[in-house]
């Protein structure tokens, strides 16, 4: 009520704005060239139009501008539907609860009006609401970080592991398993970090391999997460003496 009574004032001073400036044009007319009006008459119109022009322009910037920030905050709401207490992971039932009944339902979507919301296994995990939107991305963001933080920790130990000498590992022979391979290489198993991993030294190369045990696969090799001269490094030097 309040922004239309503004409104309507905004839209006198316009009003009065047009008739001054009409006013102006005529008494600048009389002025110049009739000579029927005085420059205290082409004053006073020039001022009052200048005057109604302004409290035009004071009055209407806040009131269309407030109009466009009330306008900017119900279109958030998507449709008279407030999302944003909606979280991913919720059931149905629960945001029926807080929604209200839809207007259309099954097992895997509900739909408030022009918004969708997907479900898996019962539990939301999408949807066209911009609120619901924003979760998902931040939810995609956290897990690539978490996918590169593992793959980063999985590397680390793997390095960990096939830096270790032949000889720290033959010290160690009691609780890290080792397999003599039909080529003569060495295959050593161990589980750092919760990652477990089988290291294999070929001794024709000289190269230690690394690699993610998956038992998926036939030899349980998996991704090589580390190589390395350590073999190389490892054999004994020839000592000359004189």
Known sequence: MFAFFIALVCI?????????LVLTLKSTFQFFVTKNATKKQLLSS??????????FVVTAIPTFGNSSNDTAKVSTKSNGYDFK???LGMTQKEISNKL??????????????DNSLYFENGKLTGGSPKSIQEQVNKKNSQEK?????????????????GSKSTQKLSEQASYVPRTQLGNGN?????TISNVHMYRVDDYQTGVTTVYKADDSKTDGLGVILY?????AQDKSKTTVIY
């Open 85 to 87: 207490n909606i979280k």
């Open 46 to 55: 020039v001022i009052g139009t200048f005057l109604f022009l302004s409290i």
């Open 100 to 113: 209200g009944k839809p207007t259309s339902q099954d097992e895997g979507i509900m739909t408030y009006g």
């Open 186 to 190: 060495m295959m050593y198993s161990e």
């Open 227 to 231: 190589e390395g001269k350590t073999v």
């Open 12 to 20: 006198v001073f316009f009003l009065l704005f047009v008739v001054g």
């Open 145 to 161: 970080q978490d996918k590169s933080d593992k793959s980063n920790s999985e590397k680390s130990a793997a390095q960990y592991f």
